[in-house]
């Protein structure tokens, strides 16, 4: 009995051999039939190909649904947890958004009552145009430009140009379809300023050097580099608050303040008309004005009979008087700006 089993055992062992042998060989000819027919594009193929992913497809889907399952829960949930901080977040900040809404209705408040207290007289509402700067006029001595804007559109002498960051100049000359900017970094501007939170007062006196320096300002002061320069509407030329630039170097004698402005890509100035008393305009201004004043009461006046004629006239000259008095204000003033 035991013989045979051997025998049997050796008859085995040559026909497994054999079978791995032919194994390996019919699926190697197996792999490449299929290649051949994946490459052969006969309708016969295609179906059978077509029929094969159709079987396959299911399949395929149903094992690959866990694992899809399983990523979109683990994204699910970790967007829960982002949403809940966002919450978190959004609640916090509308806390702090509340706490300033009622800070800013009790400022308001208080500035409404001060203001009825005092009787403030609000400032008027201003005017602007937009214009491009069609030339540069910087030099060894003057730091100005030209923009496409001038009288005819309403440019006058002593409006403020500005950027979008803050203030550049003023307008210095008016033509009738161009304005002459004077820039804060030439060295006739001279400009007065409020710097840092302290809001000393000094001003800003251009060199024709990229960064103008401060000038007049108290001893004691203590200024730092990074204090923020605004203007200070004294003399009437700007008005308070407009932006000007941060001191960037502090010395004993030499205070240097870089303006908010990007000279080297100046294209559009907005020329903003404040309506302040301004020093800078010319004493003709103010007699034309009173001239044109006079003339515009003379035909009330001849209108209005006898009785109201003295009174028209009247009125004509105290406008006359008004007009040359300020005149001569303006031009003391001038005159001070030119003695410092």
Same mark, same amino acid.
């Given at each position: 009995?035991?013989?045979?089993?051997?025998?049997?055992?050796?008859?085995?062992?040559?026909?497994?051999?054999?079978?791995?042998?032919?194994?390996?060989?019919?699926?190697?000819?197996?792999?490449?039939?299929?290649?051949?027919?994946?490459?052969?594009?006969?309708?016969?193929?295609?179906?059978?190909?077509?029929?094969?992913?159709?079987?396959?497809?299911?399949?395929?889907?149903?094992?690959?649904?866990?694992?899809?399952?399983?990523?979109? #829960?683990?994204?699910?949930?970790?967007?829960?947890?982002?949403?809940?901080?966002?919450?978190?977040?959004?609640?916090?900040?509308?806390?702090?958004?509340?706490?300033?809404?009622?800070?800013?209705?009790?400022?308001?408040?208080?500035?409404?009552?001060?203001?009825?207290?005092?009787?403030?007289?609000?400032?008027?509402? #201003?005017?602007?145009?937009?214009?491009?700067?069609?030339?540069?006029?910087?030099?060894?001595?003057?730091? /100005?430009?030209?923009? /496409?804007?001038?009288?005819?559109?309403?440019?006058?002498? %002593?409006?403020?140009?500005?950027? %979008?960051?803050?203030?550049? +100049?003023?307008?210095?000359?008016?033509?009738?379809?161009?304005?002459?900017?004077?820039?804060?970094?030439?060295?006739?501007?001279?400009?007065?300023?409020?710097?840092?939170?302290?809001?000393?007062?000094?001003?800003?006196?251009?060199?024709? /050097?990229?960064?103008?320096?401060?000038?007049?300002?108290?001893?004691?002061?203590?200024?730092?580099?990074?204090?923020?320069?605004?203007?200070?509407?004294?003399?009437?030329?700007?008005?308070? +608050?407009?932006?000007?630039?941060?001191?960037?170097?502090?010395?004993?004698?030499?205070?240097?303040?870089?303006?908010?402005?990007?000279?080297?890509?100046?294209?559009?100035?907005?020329?903003?008309?404040?309506?302040?008393?301004?020093?800078?305009?010319?004493?003709?201004?103010?007699?034309?004005? +009173?001239?044109?004043? /006079?003339?515009?009461?003379?035909?009330?006046?001849?209108?209005? %009979?006898?009785?109201?004629?003295?009174?028209?006239?009247?009125?004509?000259?105290?406008?006359?008087?008004?007009?040359?008095?300020?005149?001569?204000?303006?031009?003391?003033?001038?005159?001070?700006?030119?003695?410092?």
């Amino acid at each position: 009995m035991s013989k045979r089993s051997g025998n049997a055992l050796g008859l085995a062992t040559p026909i497994r051999a054999w079978a791995q042998r032919s194994a390996f060989v019919f699926f190697f000819a197996l792999a490449i039939v299929l290649l051949v027919l994946g490459r052969a594009q006969t309708p016969a193929v295609e179906r059978v190909r077509t029929a094969v992913n159709d079987a396959v497809a299911p399949v395929l889907e149903l094992a690959t649904s866990p694992v899809a399952t399983v990523s979109d #829960t683990i994204v699910s949930t970790r967007e829960l947890f982002e949403v809940r901080a966002a919450n978190e977040a959004l609640r916090q900040e509308n806390q702090r958004l509340l706490q300033w809404r009622a800070a800013a209705q009790r400022l308001e408040d208080e500035n409404r009552l001060l203001r009825d207290l005092n009787q403030l007289t609000i400032e008027p509402r #201003t005017r602007y145009i937009t214009a491009r700067v069609i030339g540069d006029q910087g030099g060894a001595f003057v730091r /100005s430009v030209l923009v /496409s804007a001038g009288a005819r559109d309403g440019v006058e002498k %002593g409006q403020a140009a500005l950027t %979008g960051r803050g203030l550049a +100049g003023r307008v210095a000359e008016t033509g009738r379809r161009a304005a002459r900017i004077l820039l804060v970094t030439d060295m006739n501007s001279r400009v007065p300023v409020l710097v840092g939170n302290a809001r000393d007062r000094a001003v800003l006196a251009g060199d024709n /050097s990229p960064n103008p320096e401060l000038l007049y300002f108290s001893p004691g002061v203590q200024i730092r580099v990074g204090d923020r320069v605004v203007t200070s509407g004294h003399g009437g030329a700007f008005p308070s +608050g407009l932006p000007i630039g941060v001191v960037t170097d502090v010395r004993e004698n030499d205070v240097r303040v870089e303006p908010y402005v990007d000279w080297s890509h100046l294209e559009f100035l907005r020329l903003v008309d404040y309506e302040l008393p301004s020093i800078l305009n010319s004493p003709e201004d103010g007699l034309v004005k +009173g001239k044109i004043q /006079s003339r515009q009461a003379a035909p009330v006046a001849a209108a209005s %009979g006898p009785n109201d004629a003295g009174s028209a006239a009247a009125a004509g000259e105290t406008g006359t008087a008004g007009a040359t008095a300020g005149a001569v204000v303006q031009a003391g003033g001038a005159a001070t700006e030119l003695a410092q």
